[in-house]
Each structure stands twice: as C-alpha cells, then as structure tokens.
C-alpha cells in the first residue's frame, strides 16, 4: 500500500478528520478506510468467483 509521506506534524483524530473533510484525500490509517478497502476487495473477489463459476459452467 502507498502511504504519503506526512507533510505536518501529527494531529489528533479530530483534526485530522476535519482535515480530511477538506481535501479528498485518503488517510490510510482510519478504520472507515480500511473497511472500505475490505468491501471492495471482497465484492472483487466474488465477482470474479461468479465469472469463474459461469466459465466453468459454459466449459
């Protein structure tokens, strides 16, 4: 995973957060990111198990 170098010094949550809000960019570190990256890796994982199925059906 690719993590900016951080430019400022360490805030609190809070800040961070209201920060974030801003500017649309991804803090790696927060918990809704890191299940939002779970989600979508689990939906690309059954997508592709449904395609596999459908192949394997058709062979």
């Keep these: 995973m ?9 805030k609190d949550n809070e800040a961070l957060k209201v920060e974030a809000a801003k500017k649309p960019v991804l803090i790696t570190t927060s918990d809704s990111f890191i299940k939002e990256g779970q989600k979508f ?10 395609k596999q199925v459908s192949n394997d059906k058709e062979n």
Aim: aromatic residues 10%.
């Design 41 to 50: 890796s689990k939906k690309i994982s059954e997508s592709f198990r449904k």
């Design 2 to 10: 690719f993590r900016k170098k951080a430019e400022v010094p360490i």
